[in-house]
């Protein structure tokens, strides 16, 4: 508990430095879409959702569930801006994230009915969704809650219920690094081309101007109580995954040790209707490091 304390206290300083703008800015171009998309909000539940809709309007919408502690400006505009030539990309803030209001939740089950609730009050007859890290864990429990309202389902970086037993050491030696970004460690191998890759990703999902607010201390302790606990409970059976029976793109780096790997391979297995993608010398974020070909994939599975 009490390094778990300290991982937690190092990444609240980064937050807070980011959000001051003390840590180095990169540079970035002009981007349309995810840089210049107005908020916009929608009540569900009682909660204020902020959330951004891009592209094109017809066809049906995915919607984009992020990573421990990431807000709307987390993601890579290479993606979204991609993802949106020919769909709908809605991309949101959970309960108290961002400028969404009420309490962030300290549990996966909770998020995961807010997220529907969000999505519910969007409505669409159907969405695809597009879930990354911790947002592949709200993925899988809506797709298996809802199979009539989720249609199809991305998961990148992400794993099956109980395969988080390396989380804890990987994000320690992150913080240890003492990198202007973290993501650096935890995003990319450490070649010179995929810190190259990220270096360059950085620099894109830099660029809005207008940014959320930075997640507070304790939200970020409720996140980690979520993600750890979720990704340490056992289901031995994978009966979440054999619930799933929607078409299913797994998406991983070929190395990625905080989600690791091998449990994209677990995915594949356990899911009924999977289709699984590895990246060669990526890690955790193979999505930044590949925005074309990710997106080129994920056109064709959606279409």
Not at 85 to 104: A, R
Not at 281 to 293: E, I, K, N, T, V
Request: hydrophobic share 45%; charged share 15%; net charge neutral.
């Amino acid at each position: 508990m009490n390094r778990l304390k300290s991982i937690l206290s190092k990444a609240f300083v980064l937050h807070s430095l980011l959000s001051l703008g003390v840590v180095e800015a990169y540079a970035g171009g002009a981007h349309a879409g995810l840089a210049t998309a107005p908020n916009q909000t929608i009540a569900a539940n009682g909660i204020q959702f902020s959330y951004r809709s891009i592209g094109n309007q017809s066809g049906t919408p995915i919607v984009l569930l992020q990573h421990f502690t990431g807000t709307m400006d987390y993601w890579d505009p290479a993606v979204v801006d991609g993802l949106a030539k020919t769909h709908q990309v809605i991309v949101f803030n959970n309960t108290g994230m961002g400028h969404s209001s009420g309490k962030v939740a300290d549990n996966i089950a909770q998020m995961s009915k807010d997220a529907y609730a969000f999505i519910a009050a969007l409505g669409y007859r159907q969405v695809d969704l597009l879930g990354f890290s911790m947002g592949g864990f709200i993925a899988q429990e809506l797709a298996a809650a809802h199979p009539d309202k989720i249609r199809k389902v991305v998961l990148v970086g992400t794993s099956n219920k109980g395969g988080g037993e390396h989380l804890m050491k990987v994000l320690g030696e992150a913080f240890s690094q003492n990198l202007p970004d973290p993501r650096l460690y935890l995003f990319f191998t450490q070649t010179a081309a995929s810190q190259q890759a990220g270096q360059a990703f950085l620099a894109r999902s830099s660029v809005r101007k207008e940014r959320d607010p930075e997640i507070s201390k304790d939200d970020m302790n409720a996140h980690a109580k979520a993600l750890i606990t979720w990704a340490n409970t056992p289901d031995t059976e994978f009966s979440l995954l054999q619930a799933i029976k929607q078409p299913v793109l797994i998406v991983q780096g070929s190395n990625d040790e905080m989600l690791i790997t091998d449990n994209s391979i677990t995915l594949y297995k356990h899911l009924p209707n999977a289709q699984l993608v590895l990246y060669p010398d990526a890690a955790h974020g193979s999505l930044f490091q590949y925005p074309a070909d990710f997106v080129a994939k994920v056109n064709q599975f959606l279409n």
